[in-house]
């Protein structure tokens, strides 16, 4: 009887001394309640409390923790289903809040989380939905964040993972996705045809105006060309007149002859000449020549006699 009398007291000195000493492991707080009613909050750390006036109410989690947001139909403002899921994560800041303010933190959030996805998503078209993620995830956590900070939580970030429009529907975009290609790729062909057809019609009017330009100088140059022979001839025919004038017919003479000459070479350089026909005035042409060579010597006397007096020749 005394043993198990023995047993007894040791055992409830046992229960007593887990009640009377508690020890919060680092990352969570408990909760501390009197006859059932919240009292205050444990921290990290040993703790003594009272056996059977005070106990633990709840113990909760102040790390930040991942919850995983099932999939879900959603139709969007265009009337396109689409299947949408994501994660969050949050972190309880108010361990009491977090206890006595929800009944079950997790469920209530992921039930907020669906629901304004849904409303989210629904407010915007397809395209949007698909390229604006960003703002989808931006809208949420404003939203959500906003909902549960009386629960003592903050929502640090929502993230859809993924918007799977129906099969019939992704195909659909994929070919209008390649039509659109096509038609960017058309557009790029047709331009670079544009371009080429104005660089070569440019090419081709830079080649005009050069080649006008080359005409241009050419027959500018022909013209002072001629004008130069024209005045060469015009100072031949006003020596030959002053000769003639001076009673010098020997001058007359050599200018016959040499027009005479050139229409001779004129004559026999013709591409369809062959034959080549002399006049019978040989007499002509050598008085012409004769007349030259008098000129000539003319010429050699007043150089070697300034004087002006005529060298008579010498005998031999």
Known sequence: MGQLFALVVVLVAVIVIAKLVRMVPQGYEWTVERFGRYTRTLSPGLHFLVPFIYGIGRKMNMME???????????????????????????????AKAAYEVANLEQAALALIMTNIRTVLGSMDLDESLSQRDAINAKLLNVVDEATHPWGVKVNRIE???????????????????????????????????????LKADGEKQSAILAAEGKKEAAFREAEARIRLAEAEAEA??????????GNVN??????????????????????????????????????????????????????????????????
Not at 66 to 79: C, E, F, G
Not at 237 to 246: C, F, G, K, L
């Open 160 to 198: 859809i993972k993924d918007i799977a429009p129906p099969r019939d529907l992704v195909d659909s975009m994929a070919r209008q996705m390649k039509a659109e290609r096509e038609k960017r790729a058309n557009i790029l062909e047709a331009e670079g045809f544009r371009q080429a057809a104005v």
């Open 65 to 95: 923790q991942v919850l995983d947001v099932p999939s879900q139909d959603v139709i969007t403002k265009d009337n396109a289903v689409v299947r949408v899921d994501g994660v969050v994560f949050y972190q309880v800041l108010d361990a």
């Open 237 to 246: 025919t006003r020596m030959v007149s002053e000769a003639i004038a001076n």
């Open 251 to 316: 001058a007359l003479n050599y200018f016959v002859a040499n027009k005479y000459v050139e229409a001779l070479k004129e004559m026999a350089q013709s591409p369809n000449q062959k034959t080549l026909l002399l006049p019978m005035e040989t007499t002509g042409i050598l008085g012409s020549l004769a007349g030259i060579a008098e000129l000539a010597k003319d010429a050699l006397n007043q150089q070697q006699n300034p004087s002006g007096r005529r060298v008579p020749p010498s005998m031999s």
